[in-house]
Antibody
Framework: QITLKESGPTLVKPTQTLTLTCTFS??????????VGWIRQPPGKALEWLAL???????RYSPSLKSRLTITKDTSKNQLVLTMTNMDPVDTATYYC????????????WGQGTLVTVSP | QSALTQPASVSGSPGQSITISCTGT?????????VSWYQQHPGKAPKLIIY???NRPSGFSNRFSGSKSGNTASLTISGLQAEDEAYYYC?????????FGGGTKLTVL
């Protein structure tokens, strides 16, 4: 059974850096073809793809957010981390991590999501 | 890159069929057979229902089907059931990034 769980602060102040951790089980991020991505969803709004890290440590970022995002993985701990700098109230959203066994082309398994609110 | 275009809402009666469109460009939907669809019920995480244009994850209902023509992908749900009422999002993977559509709210009348 594959599970993913996001963790991190629920409240951050504007200009701060957000650090989110995704802890997963049931698959290995060292297996060829596997990727794990981050997707967010502002309240009442659509999904927005943020970043993806591949089994070989290759990374992809949303072009509009690339300068603010960093994604890393710790294969031994079955974890990955997303950092987003210079947080703004418009970044208030539920942040999901999700597993892709197909090279990042789609996400078969999702975490429950974690709501991050950006407010002074 | 802009988000993919979906109708904001569609509706249908139980037992009927509906189709949700997803329009992109020749750089995303039209260029790759990596269109996927997600179902999201309120307060829940999205669930993959179609991948690579027309494939269903193991065990998922065959009432859901996907197709693509040019720059537009489509999701068809046949034999509508009350539990199909949800938001549906399309997605297109490219070598650079992944795009999502704006989402379509399906109402089962």
């Amino acid at each position: 059974q594959i599970t993913l769980k996001e963790s991190g602060p629920t409240l951050v102040k504007p200009t701060q850096t957000l650090t989110l951790t995704c802890t997963f089980s049931g698959f290995s991020l060292s297996t060829s073809g596997v990727g794990v991505g981050w997707i967010r969803q502002p309240p009442g709004k659509a999904l927005e793809w943020l970043a993806l890290i591949y089994w070989d440590d290759d990374k992809r970022y949303s072009p509009s957010l690339k300068s603010r995002l960093t994604i890393t993985k710790d294969t031994s701990k079955n974890q990955l981390v997303l950092t987003m700098t210079n947080m703004d109230p418009v970044d208030t959203a539920t942040y999901y991590c999700a597993h892709s066994p197909k090279g990042g082309s789609c996400y078969f398994d999702w975490g429950q999501g974690t709501l991050v609110t950006v407010s002074p | 890159q802009s988000a993919l275009t979906q109708p904001a809402s569609v509706s249908g009666s139980p037992g009927q069929s509906i189709t949700i469109s997803c329009t992109g460009t020749s750089s995303d939907v039209g260029a790759y057979n990596f269109v996927s669809w997600y179902q999201q019920h309120p307060g829940k995480a999205p669930k993959l229902i179609i991948y690579e244009v027309s494939n269903r994850p193991s065990g998922f209902s065959n009432r859901f089907s996907g197709s693509k023509s040019g720059n537009t992908a489509s999701l068809t749900i046949s034999g509508l059931q009350a539990e199909d009422e949800a938001y549906y999002y399309c997605s297109s993977y490219t070598s650079i990034s992944t795009l999502f559509g704006g989402g379509t709210k399906l109402t089962v009348l």
